[in-house]
């Protein structure tokens, strides 16, 4: 079972979780981002490149499944406007044994976040700025080899 | 050879456009080359293209780096480093 979605309304994890526990394995892992709370941040814009995002997710998904033995595999993530507190992206991996699950499920987002076409931009007030990217999301991206 | 360029984030900011079709003369053969062909057009795109180490590019839809060739590509994005997740 593998899942992917992108758009601009919430998603509800119980029910992704409950469709990957629906798989039949001995373990589900995932990760859920959520907008931070910092400081003055009033909202995060998520722009993306609508004609190439579902293809490199679908490669990120594919590199997962062919690393490791998983039942179900879901990866969702929001674009436009989100304020604090709000779900940004989940993962999520179900598979026989909780190494596979765990592993693959911390793949999933090191990949994702250097992987596919996203930019986040910040709203403080009457500013605005583009979030940078980090080394170290490269160096957690590199640890998989 | 016609070409449909887009631009994303901070890129698309500073040029003022999301995208455009151009045809580039034939010495501008890869995305680097297409990098500083745009940036010689001065303005927001010189502003956009002023660190080109900070560009990233997809041919098609797929990841690609600066010295890859641009022949037979029909769409080609410049964008700055991802930031999803």
């Known amino acids: 079972m593998i899942e992917i979605a ?10 992704l979780l409950a469709r990957l526990e629906a798989t039949g394995g001995g373990g589900v892992a995932s990760f859920t981002g959520l907008v931070r709370g910092e400081d003055d941040l009033e909202a995060l814009e998520l722009e993306h490149y609508p004609a190439m995002t579902g293809h490199a997710l679908a490669g990120i998904a594919d590199e997962a499944r062919h690393r490791w033995p ?10 436009g406007r989100l304020v604090p507190g709000e779900r940004i992206v989940f993962v999520g991996t179900a598979a026989s044994h909780r190494a596979a699950a765990l592993e693959a499920c911390a793949f999933l987002i090191d990949w994702l976040k250097t992987g596919a076409p996203f930019w986040k931009k910040e ?20 640890r998989w080899g | 050879m016609a070409l449909d360029l887009l631009y994303f984030a901070w890129v698309r900011e500073r040029i003022g456009c999301d995208g455009e079709r151009v045809e580039p003369p034939a010495e501008v053969a890869t995305v680097a080359d297409l990098i500083g062909w745009l940036a ?5 795109y010189a502003e956009a293209f002023a660190e080109p180490a900070k560009i990233r590019a997809a041919i098609d ?11 037979g590509a029909r769409e080609i994005a410049l964008f700055p480093p991802v930031t999803g997740g």
């Open chain 1, 70 to 79: 998983l039942l179900g595999l879901v990866m969702v993530h929001r674009v």
């Open chain 2, 40 to 44: 010689a057009r001065g303005g927001g």
């Open chain 1, 123 to 142: 709203h403080r007030g009457a500013r605005s700025a583009w979030v940078e990217a980090r080394e170290s999301d490269d160096a957690a991206r590199a």
């Open chain 1, 6 to 15: 992108v758009g601009s309304e919430d998603f509800d994890p119980g029910a």
């Open chain 2, 61 to 71: 839809q797929s990841f690609a780096r600066g010295d890859a060739a641009i022949a």
